[in-house]
């Protein structure tokens, strides 16, 4: 007798990122009450499931949904404000003085819904957020039907969301017990950079992690300024100085690292920290480029980022997929550094690992909830298709993006967002870019 499921996918294609590689053809996809039942040839599949649906999928690869492991969703509203300067300029021009006047609850909301929209829509099922109002943020993912894991933020100077480091962490724990009961929000503690946040901050952080079980989630050695800035100020760079101060361990998502030394790198490695390499923002700031290569080599678990839309320009994870691997190419004079497999388990297991979801998402195995994504390569101009990982990779992009599913539920069919009105999303743009003209 056939065992019932919800849906069973037939992809041409199977990349499952675990076991490291493995690319499965002619395998089917069984998903029953938003987790996978199993993954088995086509064939074998028909005679034993019966399914609610069946998801025929003859030119397409499906893979784990993408995990987008460090943004600030809501600047989708500031993206394109005042390009082409660097890092401390175009915050202290540009984007600081723009949230000072228009950030609030609506506009995180409003935002986040945008970039909830652009990730779906990319292939991006979960991401990490730091921003003001995570209560608006969560609502926004909710109501999209995305995962998410929002940062409890911590700074020490006030905005119109708190007055000072412990308003921030009260706020945002509030919102985390708020949020307690929803399967698609998750917390991270999210003390915004060592340059922001000071060592009595930081010992409060580093307490909540612990009793709480959290990530923490912070900005580390993305400029030379910042790294001089902390030798000036502490006597030490920043990465030896939040070691001192007991936050190096396997909770710490360090996003760019990309100053880091033989000794950091190192230390990182020994203490199974994670990275979050954001390549098109490290590029689009001149930060540098990170030594992904080397992290890698040493076991370092990296994950990718798009920053926020202020500073990249996109939120696309297949994007950053492609800058990563070619940046590591060219920074190492190297054509085999970071191969297609490696890119992929970043841009998922990786991804899904540093935010301690690893083992519920990331990869396509049973048991795991069904956060998947199908890639259209059956269209002229990418094929003839010899590998379809390399393909994933250096050929496709998010318009390649066919079907989404978030815990089994469908968020993208034939390429058309299930949950979104364009005309809606066209209103929240224009609405928001009428008041910052003014």
């Not at 040839?41 to 069946?54: E, H, I, K, N």
Request: aromatic share 6%; glycine share 8%.
């Amino acid at each position: 007798m056939s065992e019932a499921v919800d849906l069973l996918i037939e992809p041409r294609w199977v990349i499952p990122i675990e076991p490291p590689g493995c690319i499965l053809e002619a395998h089917s996809v069984a998903v029953r009450d938003g987790r996978i039942v199993d993954v088995l040839p086509s064939g074998v599949a028909q005679m034993r499931f019966a399914a609610d649906r069946t998801v025929s999928l003859p030119d397409h690869v499906l893979l784990p949904g993408l995990v987008n492991a460090h943004t600030h969703a809501a600047m989708t509203l500031l993206r394109g404000l005042h390009d082409d300067l660097p890092l401390m300029r175009w915050l202290q021009e540009a984007i600081w003085p723009a949230e000072s006047r228009l950030v609030s609850s609506e506009f995180v909301y409003d935002g986040t819904l945008l970039a909830c929209a652009e990730m779906l829509r990319g292939g991006v099922t979960c991401f990490s957020d730091m921003y003001f109002f995570p209560g608006a943020a969560a609502r926004a993912a909710a109501e999209a039907g995305m995962r998410c894991v929002l940062g409890i933020i911590a700074v020490d100077f006030p905005s119109a969301y708190a007055s000072d480091a412990d308003d921030y962490i009260a706020k945002g724990l509030a919102t985390r017990d708020a949020w307690g009961g929803n399967p698609l929000v998750g917390f991270a503690m999210a003390p915004h950079a060592p340059y922001t946040v000071s060592d009595r901050t930081f010992g409060r952080v580093l307490m909540l992690a612990e009793q709480l079980d959290l990530p923490i989630h912070l900005h580390i050695h993305e400029t030379r300024h910042e790294i001089d800035e902390s030798v000036k100020e502490h006597g030490v760079r920043p990465l030896e100085r939040l070691r001192r101060l007991g936050v190096v361990g396997p909770s710490l998502i360090g996003v760019h690292g990309v100053y880091l030394s033989d000794d950091e790198i190192e230390m990182l490695a020994r203490n199974a920290c994670s990275i979050v390499h954001c390549p098109s923002s490290n590029m689009k700031l001149a930060s540098g480029i990170a030594p992904v290569a080397q992290l890698n080599d040493n076991g370092v678990g990296i994950a990718l980022g798009s920053d926020g839309a202020a500073s990249n320009n996109r939120l696309d994870i297949l994007q950053e997929v492609r800058q990563a691997a070619l940046l590591s190419k060219v920074a190492t004079g190297d054509a085999s550094s970071l191969p297609a497999h490696d890119c992929l388990r970043m841009a998922t297991l990786n991804g899904a690992a540093a935010l301690g979801l690893g083992d519920r998402i990331g990869s396509i195995a049973a048991g795991k909830i069904a956060d998947l994504i199908a890639i259209d390569l059956g269209d002229w101009i990418t094929t003839p298709c010899f590998d379809p990982a390399s393909h994933v990779v250096y050929v496709a992009g998010r318009e390649q993006v066919s079907h989404v599913w978030v815990g089994g539920q469908a968020r993208l069919q034939e390429k058309a967002l299930l949950h979104f009105s364009n005309s809606d999303l066209r209103r929240i743009s224009k609405l928001w870019h009428n008041k910052l003209v003014t």
